[in-house]
């Protein structure tokens, strides 16, 4: 298990978003440098359900899952008035 000579603090901080500039505004040593190359990961990209004004579009936010809401009304209605007319 690698420690972070920081702390958690430091690493919990930043998770889930891009920390190069506070990586560079700390000012690490050259062997913090190579570390990094042995320990990068990869690079967050913008989630893709997301337009590029920053908002959730509105078919993934609302218009689904109402539509699917309603068609599970719509047969959970219709299974159980089946059902007792039977």
Do not use: C
Request: proline share 5%.
């Amino acid at each position: 298990m690698v420690m972070h000579p920081g702390g958690e603090e430091v690493l919990l901080e930043q998770a889930g978003r891009d920390a190069t500039e506070s990586f560079e505004d700390v000012g690490h040593s050259m062997d913090a440098r190579e570390m990094l190359k042995q320990y990068y990961i990869g690079e967050v990209h913008p989630n893709p359900s997301v337009t590029s004004s920053g908002q959730s579009s509105f078919w993934s936010t609302w218009l689904i899952p109402i539509v699917g809401a309603l068609v599970l009304g719509l047969m959970y209605r219709y299974y159980m008035v089946d059902g007792k007319s039977s």
